[in-house]
């Protein structure tokens, strides 16, 4: 079992709609977890952070954690063809103290 | 956020020959970190690069292969050694933010061994 695992995709979503990106991951020691956005034959950027269970608002993008069930996702509200990229989940703390990323979700907004 | 530069930005390199990447942070970090990117694959740790000591390396790393220097809390350089075409790859420097462990990427080295 990955540590972390994402959907390869591609996810392919009209332009204005809601992109739901999932990623589990199996150490429950994880404490923290993240979001990056890689555009093609670019490095990551951080989109969010997450800690605590529940969800996190930031403009278009809502990340959820749940830790009973180790699954985090990404939302992306209003969707734009700029949003297309591959999503990046990674976890840190448990018992490497680590960021682990997964393979990465390949999202593609059709105009 | 740290800004994070590399040199060089590309390079294409003969096999047997060695490259040395350069990671230059504007701040001090408390640590940094060496990933490589195959293509179209995710990250793949290599190693935390330590102040003042030897790096520690991930499971399939070995130093005489990347050797790694860190010899303040703002520099770094990893060593890519007697290439093949199998180390073609993306190499990126990475810091994290202590304590938020918010960990940031430096746009990265494209290599390609011939």
């Known amino acids: 079992q990955k540590e972390v695992e994402q959907n390869s995709g591609p996810l392919s979503v009209p332009e204005g709609a809601i992109a739901s990106l999932n990623c589990t991951y199996s150490d429950r020691g994880s404490q923290s977890f993240f979001w990056y956005r890689q555009y093609s034959g670019k490095s990551p950027e951080l989109i969010m952070s997450i800690y605590s269970n529940g969800d996190k608002e930031d403009g278009r993008f809502t990340a959820q954690l749940n830790k009973a069930s180790q699954y985090v996702s990404l939302l992306i509200r209003d969707s734009q063809p700029s949003d297309s990229a591959t999503y990046l989940c990674?976890?840190?703390?448990?018992?490497?103290?680590?960021?682990?990323f997964g393979t990465g979700t390949l999202l593609a907004v059709q105009p | 956020s740290a800004v994070i530069s590399q040199k060089p930005s590309r390079d294409i390199c003969q096999r047997g020959t060695s490259l040395t990447i350069q990671c230059q942070v504007d701040s001090q970090v408390t640590m940094m970190f060496w990933y490589r990117q195959q293509p179209g694959q995710s990250l793949t740790l290599i190693a935390t690069?330590?102040?003042?000591?030897?790096?520690?390396?991930e499971s399939g790393f070995v130093i005489d292969k990347f050797p790694i220097s860190r010899p303040n809390l703002t520099f770094s350089t990893l060593t890519v050694s007697n290439m093949s075409p199998e180390d073609s790859s993306i190499y990126l420097c990475?810091?994290?933010?202590?304590?938020?462990?918010?960990?940031?990427f430096g746009p990265g080295t494209r290599l390609l061994v011939l």
């Open positions: 990674a976890r840190g703390g448990g018992a490497t103290n680590k960021l682990i």
């Open positions: 990475s810091v994290r933010d202590s304590p938020q462990e918010t960990q940031y």
């Open positions: 690069a330590n102040q003042g000591s030897e790096a520690t390396y």
